[in-house]
């Protein structure tokens, strides 16, 4: 039995979804470098250590993040299909996923615009890097955009 859905539970869960989004792009942006894990594990063991470190920190808190998610007061398809009850939250839900596409298309455009000028350093990655820069960076817009929205409208609230 699910209970109904407030404003309250909704900006909590918006929140939420942000900083997973957030922590996702950090988790893509991290896989980018995984060939120089070995070279840096020999030329600075510190910083390697430092580096698995917020690795494993970032998917804790994932994880973490998930949990709540998933065991929330509402039902978790309704937020997928972006079935708010507060007309607000849809709109910051829309406008936040308008923003990562937006965001997504100017890159893509500025990467076809950048292999006629330096061919060099597109070709230079792969494929599967591209996408991880690619999803990194949409995550990475979809919740700061979220976030963004909220602070504004906290920052609307408190004057």
């Known amino acids: 039995m699910w209970k109904l859905s407030t404003p309250v539970n909704e900006e909590k869960f918006l ?4 900083w997973l ?11 980018i ?38 065991i929330s007061t509402w039902d978790i398809r309704d937020v997928w299909l972006g079935r708010f009850q507060d007309e ?8 936040a996923a308008y923003y990562a596409l937006g965001v997504l298309g100017v ?5 076809i615009w950048l292999d006629s000028l330096l061919p060099e350093a597109i070709s230079s990655m792969s494929i599967q890097s591209f996408s991880k820069l690619s999803m990194g960076l949409g995550f ?20």
């Open 33 to 70: 470098f995984d060939h120089s894990w070995n070279e840096l594990k020999d030329a600075h063991p510190i910083f390697f250590i430092f580096s698995i470190v917020v690795y494993l920190v970032l998917i804790i808190t994932m994880l973490n993040l998930l949990s709540h998610i998933l």
């Open 21 to 31: 989004s957030i922590i996702v792009s950090a988790l893509f942006s991290l896989e």
């Open 140 to 159: 990475l817009t979809y919740g700061s955009s979220i976030i963004w929205e909220l602070k504004q409208s906290d920052e609307i609230d408190c004057e």
């Open 107 to 111: 890159f893509l455009l500025s990467v």
């Open 88 to 95: 607000y939250f849809n709109a910051v839900n829309l406008k």
């Open 15 to 18: 929140k939420k979804i942000a």
